[in-house]
């Protein structure tokens, strides 16, 4: 029943992208809930922020504390630390199961973000929380004097190595490349300090330890290595957190958004006459941007 509803609008995630989602649909007196299992995303992980136009430095949870502060100037519903199991369309209502139960509404916005993606070797599972890291920014104090790895050569990486190259007696940088990626700042950087010491070329084999990690195994062109360590971060990139999406949605090939729950005949009447009121092309410059708008659709995921 349309009654039924918790909600006109019901966003996934609480990252940079669901919390300006949630300051938007506020202003536009749309009853608004936020579902996420944390607030700021990836941007929480984040040591120092440099990018973010407006801040010459912040760190990045200062950065969220300033976003969490935005969104509580509107009448925004937050259902923090809770995790969205699944999504279905009944009716002319989604469904949202979460570990609080279910909520109700004609809209879903889906900005649940990325999460780390796992290096997939022996020893990673077993060992994770016991000395297998996927945040600098959380766990780097834990392994204050200690050595530790770092596995990836991007900017996420770079950021690790250095804030660990803080607190550890010695970081060994690992990459699969002949050179390391991100940024030239970050790259200066890690390759002038004095406890950073980088591996090319480097294919991680196993993690090992007992109760914890205690070492890991690699190859360098062919040549099996090992590293006696205490901590191993892994910081190779994310995959699109959209495993709760029914097999309905449209997902790009590498899982993120673009593409939307297909129930033409079924889309609200506040969104059809949108759609008969945009300027000519509005819709298809939309569309090309990798938006949903202009699209019979109700459930939306940022590009």
Same mark, same amino acid.
């Given at each position: 029943m349309e009654g039924s509803r918790d909600a006109d609008v019901i966003i996934v995630g609480a990252g940079p992208a669901g919390l300006s989602a949630g300051v938007y649909c506020a202003r536009k007196m749309l009853r608004t809930l936020v579902i996420s299992q944390n607030v700021g995303g990836q941007a929480a992980w984040s040591w120092e922020v440099e990018n973010y136009l407006g801040y010459q430095l912040i760190s990045g949870a200062e950065l969220v504390e300033r976003f969490r502060a935005h969104l509580e100037n509107f009448p925004v519903k937050l259902l923090e630390g809770v995790?969205?199991?699944?999504?279905?369309?009944? *009716? /002319?209502?989604?469904?949202?199961?979460?570990?609080? $139960? +279910? @909520?109700?509404?004609?809209?879903?916005? %889906? =900005?649940? *973000? /990325?999460?780390?993606?796992?290096?997939?070797?022996? $020893? +990673? @599972?077993?060992?994770?929380?016991?000395? %297998? =890291?996927?945040?600098?920014?959380?766990?780097?104090?834990?392994?204050? $004097?200690k050595r530790v790895a770092v596995i990836g050569g991007g900017n996420s990486a770079l950021d690790a190595a250095l804030q660990l190259g803080q607190l550890a007696r010695e970081v060994c940088l690992l990459t699969l490349e002949d050179r390391l990626g991100g940024d030239e700042i970050r790259r200066r950087a890690v390759l002038d300090h004095a406890r950073i010491k980088v591996y090319y070329r480097a294919v991680v084999l196993a993690i090992r330890g007992e109760k914890f990690v205690r070492g890991i195994d690699f190859q360098v062109d062919g040549d099996r290595r090992s590293l006696e360590v205490e901590g191993v971060f892994v910081e190779i990139g994310s995959v699109p957190s959209t495993d709760f999406l029914p097999p309905e949605v449209e997902l790009q090939p590498e899982g993120g958004g673009g593409g939307g729950f297909q129930q033409p005949h079924h889309a609200p009447r506040a969104l059809r006459r949108r759609r008969r009121h945009q300027r000519p092309g509005e819709a298809d410059n939309h569309r090309r941007r990798g938006g949903c708008q202009g699209r019979p659709l109700r459930l939306f995921l940022p590009p």
């Open positions: 995790k969205v199991n699944s999504l279905r369309l009944k *009716g /002319k209502l989604f469904t949202v199961s979460h570990a609080e $139960g +279910e @909520s109700r509404s004609p809209a879903v916005i %889906v =900005a649940s *973000g /990325k999460v780390p993606k796992p290096l997939g070797v022996p $020893g +990673e @599972s077993e060992f994770r929380g016991k000395g %297998v =890291a996927y945040c600098a920014t959380c766990d780097a104090p834990l392994f204050r $004097g």
